[in-house]
């Protein structure tokens, strides 16, 4: 499976953005689905998770980031709104073979390559 993610860009505090991560090389439907993100001089960190029935999100992005799945375009999304300028970040999607929730970079099997997301105040 290949993930490609884009949608990033530059948006002022208060904007919105949507990501999308496209998958190629086989259907994904079934794998759980995760977003996380790295700031300069950071770890990369949890953003949220999507198995086929459930989603997670941390604290920090709760009611503002929204994701979802378009399984007929084998598609994840993210929508953030409300954006802070600490939320600026590369943002990676990234897909697990099994279909349950997880936090930990190392539970996924599959990552796409990042897109720039920069919010500026």
């Known amino acids: 499976v290949q993930l490609q993610a884009s949608g990033g860009g530059l948006v002022q505090a208060g904007g919105s953005l949507r990501l999308s991560c496209t998958a190629s090389?086989?259907?994904?439907?079934?794998?759980?689905v995760g977003w996380f993100r790295q700031a300069p001089g950071k770890e990369r960190d949890f953003v949220c998770t999507?198995?086929?029935?459930?989603?997670a999100y941390s604290d920090s992005v709760k009611s503002r980031f929204v994701i979802s799945r378009d399984n007929a375009k084998n598609t994840v999304y993210l929508q953030m709104d409300s954006l802070k300028p600490e939320d600026t970040a590369v943002y990676y999607c990234a897909a697990r073979r099994y279909n349950v929730l997880t936090y930990y970079m190392n539970d996924y099997d599959y990552w796409g390559q990042g897109t720039q997301v920069t919010v500026s105040s």
């Open positions: 090389g086989r259907t994904f439907s079934s794998y759980a």
């Open positions: 999507m198995s086929r029935t459930s989603t």
